[in-house]
């Protein structure tokens, strides 16, 4: 199984996270889920910030992610970490190829993916990664199957957006008119991700 | 400026979307944003509330708490349009949980979705809920996903699956009533499906591995066929998981079923996440069989050089592994890890922190006797270098456990042990001083023979100022002194200078200590107080006595005015003690005694579990109450004052009753002959340690001699010490040896010398070494009588443990899954509402009806289980079946004739006495054995044996269990004359096999009726274009296959040949010849006998089970063509027809309602045959529905045949 997925970035920034399991603390008194996850995340980034580059991608889970069966399985892509927390029922080279499926196909999806994409569609990114997992079991990792689930998808909300969605994406349009007085405040490197030539999966 | 206007008016007009949210997030204005967000959920426009929940969600990923929106997710989620609902669902996957209470107002929602047109409708709500799955939801909507499971669409259908095991973990009840159709999924024809299939099965077993052993012959099948790496890495971590499941292996047969196939694809793949887990499922493979066979030791030393390899490549991750699977291999075959101790050794100097402690783990398992002093010296240079506290405190957890591991089975020198322990309190920061502290006091207590050196150890830590300084952590070094105070109390006997202890511990220092190492140190005071005492008064230097008496009133002040309240209190009463006694000295009376009288009594570890393992005294009523409680009206005071009484009289300190001095010489002789019989024990050198002999009890420990070349103090500022014990300790070993080598030459001259030479080899081995001290380990002490369980460790909030569910036993009524009746209307369309009248109409039928129907059910389910059993058995047997698919050895596949299969193994016995089952008929009284097996089996209650009926035979059973009034059955069997001569019998039976497609096997049993001895049998068939007999590879197909037995005089057996059949529609009939030599005492002569082989439409039909909803889909689904017979003149009862039509026709039956009865089947190319059968006064009439015309037709015929007999 796996128990989360996160994304953040090299500050620790949370670009995404899914967690397959409920962390509610039982002891009282009872602390929020979120505030469990943050710690979670935080605890995540500090245990994989710190390593070298040309370390193992695995390493034992942190206290609250918890137990001796879980693991940190994660790659590092120019700005972001992947973060997946799995037990022992999961194939440790298995899941980082899914790693790698899971960029390459939001390289498919975004055209040359970059840390901003993930900002900006984070609901897309989801939407994605549901076409992968979904309840911390694995459903498909042949990456043109879930091209053609997220695109015939895109292809549904489009249509249902028709003429209602006119206005909207008026608005869009006037938003983003380049007005000299909108202060330019996007202040991250809009670094793509570069997806290695790794063995694919299949 | 104008157009900034607009905009901003537009802004007001319309919503900010999520890349607005994210702009203003990073302004800084998160509470404008929130409120923002509060404003456009209030409004109606659902694109509105669906941009607002989807800006939430992102909130959420930033750590805000979006629960109080929860309802304005679950509006959005019940909007119309895919696009808002899938926002919905994506929040409520990410914010809702078990405690969420809006959600069970999803039901129904999810429910429509479920059920919606649109497979995207139905994915998002099939993936939310996956997230947030409540047992609610899950009782609920258990029948709707498994009813999704049959779906058109693949997408749908693997979703389905997926979240099957989900809804199995909130309602366990739902696991036994959907398996049968999730087993199915395993062979569906999407990859993905079966991939998700696998999936959740691989994850339903890890938890209880037995309930799924009878899917392995399925697996086995996938493992061969497959090519998804996904479901072959799922499939192979199952297969390890399978025979690691219990302590014991659970089916020691199937490992080895499984190398050949994972040694195939070591060699075929070429990806490296398959290649792995085959080699780690082959060690285990090569673990579940190493108990039952020795020569494994060659394999599993070529899987350690493999994952040598892979430890010594430059990719960390792989080293990872490969000391991953190494660790594995050491639980069990320790030795043949060791050898690779340099490796590890190395992998410890490794940058990656990863390695590090995966090497250490594997460390935990290398040690032995011989290595533990080197290992442990390794580690403690690691523990210098370690810069990071997290890492060196693994290292300091990692070398007690090692050592301390089975009770201390390594360590041969304890006076190391306690000097590396003294060592290690050296480490600044550490967070695990307590752990050092639980050490020493392990070791002092239970290895009597080391406390005098542990004394003098402890004692100079007391003396030394640095760990007090240190204090100021919590569970800090400083905990130790905890240990040494306590120590040094207790055996204060064996202390040099006990004064100067004393004086130590009484230090103003002390008191920065935390309390509760002060309160041990003032306890301990007294300890060490009363043998000064004792020493002094026995040497008549009253002066002395009275000296240590005078600085404990001094000292102990200090600790009276301690702010912990456990040191203040037995300060101040110690301090009171002490004046006391020092009045009585004042008079010059002895007062050495009566001090230490107080602590009288040895110490024994007690096991941390023995108070629960106290059983209850027959009896005894935990609950009742003692006295009847007391009732008001009583005067209050009464009571304490009795209690105060009775405690007066009580003495002070109960002092151990005198060791009964016959019992002790008793004792003390039993163990002197032990250790004269003990090779290891050193006997008994001289020691000038006579004094503390004269200690009652402790005078059998057996004295070993200080080696004083290591100095008795901690000397200068913490040199290590240990170091010096190993090169004593090599010396020691070394004189060990030389001294044993010359006791062997001895032996070896006087044997020479003797007519009988001994041959025995001697290597030096692990157990060669001899401790250094006798050691005398105390086991901890268990209560009489405890309890022997390993219950404890279980833990009862498991939410795995609900899974542990039988699936080999037939369904019951009860355990359908709930179904939705009435109370909404809007789900009318849903399919359910047609479940609801039939509820309606059982719970009218009359109840005798009820029970016979569960009867028979349970009948049904029992032979079902028994056949399954039957299958894994037959699959795992060492003869394999026709079904296996190893390509090699597809022709001719025979069972062992039973007195053969006894030699082997008892388990054999086993499958031979199954197959005595299998055609009892036919061969009456041939064997004893048989016979009396077969009478057995009549008897009707003999659980054990109906389990065992083979399939063909147990059809039989549900009715007879169902009808009890209806005339027996008379015996059927399925197997029907092939040819005859005056030389053998041979009779057939056919059976499809689910294993293979478009294959049957014929079980031909072949019977000797001469008096010659029959050989060399070869059966020869004509193959036709449609019916083909599989030959060993590499043979024409003029060839004949070869029968793998002899048949001596009146011997039958039963031997299987394949055949690949192309279509199936019809019956078909192959000619066919057996040649053999039969020889007797005149001579041998060729022999041939001819027959036709017929294989009806029936053969290729096999038993499936089908349940009533699956059936009414498959009738409605109108792709089946339909046709009708019937039959008249029938007098049989038609409980009794339908068996017979099980058996003969290989059907199931799906319902039965009086005298009507709906019958299943499938076909091995997957066709459905579906039956009505209806019973009139004298007739009986069968209407079948099919895939295939012509199959249906076909079959109706025969049955036509079947029933005309009846």
Redo the contacts between chains.
């Keep these: ?1 796996i128990k989360a997925i996160l994304i953040f970035n090299n500050h620790g920034k ?1 670009r ?3 967690f ?1 399991q ?1 962390y ?1 603390s039982t002891p009282p008194p009872p602390i ?4 469990t ?2 710690q979670i995340i935080r605890e995540t980034f500090h245990l994989v910030s710190k ?2 580059e ?7 889970g942190g206290l609250l992610i918890g137990g001796s069966d879980n693991k940190l399985i994660y790659r590092h892509y120019a700005t972001l970490y992947f973060v997946f927390c799995v037990d022992s ?1 999961e ?4 899941i ?2 899914l790693i790698q499926v899971f960029v390459e196909t939001l390289d498919k999806c975004f055209e040359n993916v970059c840390e901003l994409d993930l ?5 897309k990114v ?2 994605i990664l ?1 076409e992968m997992v ?9 990456m043109n ?1 879930i091209v053609t ?1 997220i695109d ?2 895109n292809k ?2 489009k249509s ?2 028709g003429l ?1 969605g006119a ?2 994406r008026a ?2 349009a ?2 983003n ?1 380049n ?1 000299p ?1 909108i202060p330019r ?3 991250i490197g809009d670094i793509s991700i570069k997806v290695p030539n790794l ?1 694919s ?2 | 400026m104008a157009l900034k206007m607009v905009k901003g008016s537009i802004d007001r007009m319309f919503d900010k979307n999520l890349q607005d949210l994210v702009r203003g997030i990073r302004n800084h204005k998160e509470d404008e944003c929130i409120d923002e967000i509060k404003q456009e959920l209030k409004q109606d426009n659902i694109a509105v509330k669906a941009n607002a929940v989807c800006k939430l969600t992102y909130l959420q990923m930033l750590g805000y708490d979006i629960s109080w929106a929860a309802f304005n997710v679950v509006e959005v989620m019940s909007a119309p349009k895919f696009t808002f609902k899938r926002i919905g669902y994506l929040a409520a996957s990410q914010c809702f949980h078990e405690g969420t209470d809006v959600i069970m107002l999803t039901t129904n929602q999810i429910r429509k979705d479920l059920s919606s047109p649109s497979q995207y409708d139905t994915g998002v709500a099939l993936t939310g809920l996956s997230c947030f799955v409540t047992p609610d939801l899950a009782r609920d909507l258990a029948n709707d996903i498994m009813t999704l499971m049959s779906h058109t669409k693949p997408y749908i259908r693997k979703k389905a699956v997926l979240i099957m095991y989900k809804v199995f973990l909130k309602y366990p009840e739902s696991l036994r009533p959907a398996f049968p159709r999730l087993k199915e999924k395993l062979e569906d024809p999407d990859p993905g499906v079966q991939s998700a299939a696998v999936n959740v099965i691989c994850e339903l077993a890890r938890r209880n591995p037995k309930n799924y052993l009878s899917l392995a012959p399925l697996f086995f099948k996938l493992m061969t066929s497959s090519t998804n790496n996904w479901v072959l890495i799922k499939i192979i971590k199952l297969a390890s998981d399978l025979l690691f499941g219990a302590l014991t292996p659970l089916e020691p047969r199937l490992g080895k079923k499984l190398i050949e196939p994972l040694t195939n694809l070591i060699h075929s793949t070429s990806a490296m996440s398959l290649l792995y887990e085959c080699v780690n499922t082959v060690i285990a493979v090569l673990i579940s069989l190493s108990s039952g066979m020795p020569n494994h030791s060659a394999s599993i030393q070529l899987c350690v050089q493999k994952l040598r390899i892979l430890i010594e490549d430059s990719d960390q991750n792989l080293k990872y592994l490969g000391l991953l699977a190494m660790s594995k291999i050491l639980r069990t075959h320790p030795k043949s890890v060791q050898a690779h101790k340099d490796l590890v050794l190395q992998c410890l100097d490794d940058k990656d922190e990863s390695i590090r402690l995966r090497a250490l783990d594997l460390l935990y398992g290398m040690v032995s006797k011989k290595n533990l002093m080197e290992i442990v010296k390794k580690l403690m240079m690691h523990v210098d270098k370690a810069e990071g506290t997290a890492y060196r405190d693994e290292l300091l957890t990692k070398i007690i456990d090692i050592c301390s591991q089975s009770n201390y089975q390594h360590i041969t020198n304890f006076e190391w042990y306690i000097s590396i322990l003294v060592e290690l309190t050296r480490l600044e920061g550490t967070r695990h001083g307590h752990l050092i502290a639980a050490q020493m006091l392990d070791v002092a207590i239970r290895v009597k023979a080391i406390r005098r050196f542990a004394v003098s150890q402890m004692s100079a830590l007391l003396d030394s100022a640095h760990l007090v300084a240190s204090s100021t952590q919590r569970n800090g070094i400083c905990e130790v002194l905890y240990a040494a105070a306590w120590i040094c109390g207790e055996f204060s006997e064996h202390l040099q200078e006990p004064q100067r202890t004393l004086e130590a511990m009484l230090r103003p220092r002390v008191t920065t200590l935390p309390g509760h190492i002060q309160a041990v140190y003032v306890q301990n005071v007294v300890k060490l107080y009363a043998a000064i005492l004792q020493q002094k008064e026995q040497a008549g230097d009253s002066q002395a006595a009275q000296e240590a008496t005078q600085l404990l009133v001094e000292r102990l002040p200090q600790f009276v005015q301690s702010a912990d309240l456990e040191v203040q209190e037995r300060a101040s009463c110690i301090l009171q003690l002490v004046k006391h006694v020092q009045k009585l000295q004042a008079k010059d009376m002895p007062v050495a005694e009566e001090v230490s009288a107080l602590f009288a009594g040895e110490l024994n570890p007690v096991a941390p579990k023995a108070q629960k393992k106290v059983p209850v005294p027959e009896g005894l009523d935990l609950d009742a109450w003692i006295n009847e409680p007391l009732s008001d009206s009583e005067s209050e005071d009464e009571a304490p004052k009795a209690i105060f009484h009775d405690e007066e009289q009580r003495p002070a300190k109960q002092r151990p009753p005198e060791a009964d001095e016959q019992e002790l010489a008793r004792r003390r002789e039993a163990r002197k002959q032990e250790q004269a019989n003990n090779p290891f024990y050193i006997k008994s050198s001289p020691s000038p340690q006579k004094r503390y002999q004269d200690t009652p009890g402790v005078d059998h420990i057996p004295v070993v001699q200080i080696d004083l070349s290591v100095p008795l103090k901690v000397p200068g500022k913490w040199m290590p010490m240990s170091d010096q014990y190993v090169k004593l300790e090599e010396e020691r070993r070394h004189q060990q040896r030389l001294e044993k080598d010359r006791k062997r030459k001895k032996k070896r001259e006087r044997e020479r010398r003797g007519t009988r030479r001994h041959s025995s080899l001697h290597t030096e081995s692990d157990e060669d070494i001899a401790p250094a001290q006798r050691v005398d380990i105390v086991t901890e002490e268990m209560p009489e009588n405890a309890l022997p369980s390993d219950e404890d460790d279980k833990d009862p909030n498991d939410p795995y443990r609900a899974l542990d569910i039988d699936l080999d036993k037939p369904l019951a009524d009860s355990e359908k899954l709930p179904v939705q009746k009435h109370r909404n209307a809007e789900t009318s369309k849903s399919p359910e509402k047609e479940d609801v009248p039939v509820v309606e109409k059982k719970s009218k039928k009359p109840k005798k009806k009820e029970k016979q129907h569960k009867e028979k059910e349970r009948g049904r389910g029992k032979k079902e289980a028994a056949g399954r059993g039957e299958d894994l058995d037959f699959w795992l047997s060492t003869t394999p079946p026709a079904a296996a698919p190893a390509p090699e050895e597809p022709g001719v596949k025979a069972s062992v004739t039973a007195p053969e299969e006894e030699r082997e193994e008892p388990q054999g016995e086993e499958q031979a006495a199954d197959e005595g089952e299998q055609d009892p008929e036919k061969k009456p009284s041939k064997h004893k054995k048989k016979k009396h097996k077969k009478d057995k089996e009549e008897r009707p209650k003999d659980k054990k044996k109906s389990r065992k009926k083979a399939s063909r035979e147990g059809a039989a059973e549900p009715v007879e269990n169902g009808a009890l009034d209806e005339e027996p059955l008379p015996p059927m069997s399925s197997y029907c004359l092939l040819a005859e001569n005056s030389y053998i019998k041979m009779t057939y039976d056919i059976q499809g096999s689910l294993q293979e497609d478009s294959r049957v096997t014929v079980s031909m049993v072949l019977e000797n009726q001469s008096s010659s001895f029959l050989k060399s049998m070869e059966l020869n068939v004509l193959d036709s274009l449609n019916a083909r007999l599989a030959r060993p590879e590499g043979s024409s197909v003029h060839d004949g296959v070869p029968v793998p037995f002899q048949l001596p005089p009146g011997i039958s057996n039963e031997a299987q040949f394949v055949f690949t059949i192309q279509s199936i529609v019809m019956a078909q009939k192959l000619k066919g010849t057996l040649s053999f030599i039969a020889k007797n005492d005149e001579g041998s002569t060729h022999e041939k006998l001819d027959f036709k082989l017929h294989f009806p439409c029936t053969s290729y039909l096999i038993t499936t089970p089908c349940y009533s909803d699956a059936f009414a889909k498959l009738l409605e689904s109108g792709d089946l063509s339909m046709s009708s017979i019937k039959v008249d003149g029938i007098s049989m009862s038609f409980q009794n027809l339908l068996a017979k039509i099980c058996f003969h026709h290989h059907f199931s039956v799906v319902e039965r309602v009086d005298s009507c009865a709906s019958m299943y089947s499938r076909s091995i190319q997957g066709h459905h045959v579906c039956l009505l059968v209806k019973k009139g006064e004298k007739s009986v009439s069968v209407d079948g529905k099919c895939n295939d015309s012509t199959l249906l037709s076909n079959l109706l015929e025969e049955m036509k045949g079947t029933l005309a007999q009846c």
């Excluded at chain 1, 194939?91 to 298995?94: A, I, K, Y």
């Excluded at chain 1, 979904?134 to 042949?142: A, D, I, R, S």
Aim: net charge negative; glycine share 4%; hydrophobic share 40%.
């Design positions: 199984m949370p995404l996270s899914k397959y409920p509610v929020r889920s979120e505030d996850q943050q390593r070298d040309n370390v193992c991608n695995f390493l034992e029922s194939s440790e080279l298995g980082l190829d900002i900006f569609h984070v609901d989801h939407n549901a979904m309840g911390g079991m694995v459903l498909e990792t042949n199957e689930q015939a998808q549904l909300e249902e957006a209602a206005p909207a608005v869009s006037v938003k008119m007005l007085e405040n996007i202040n063995p999966f299949k």
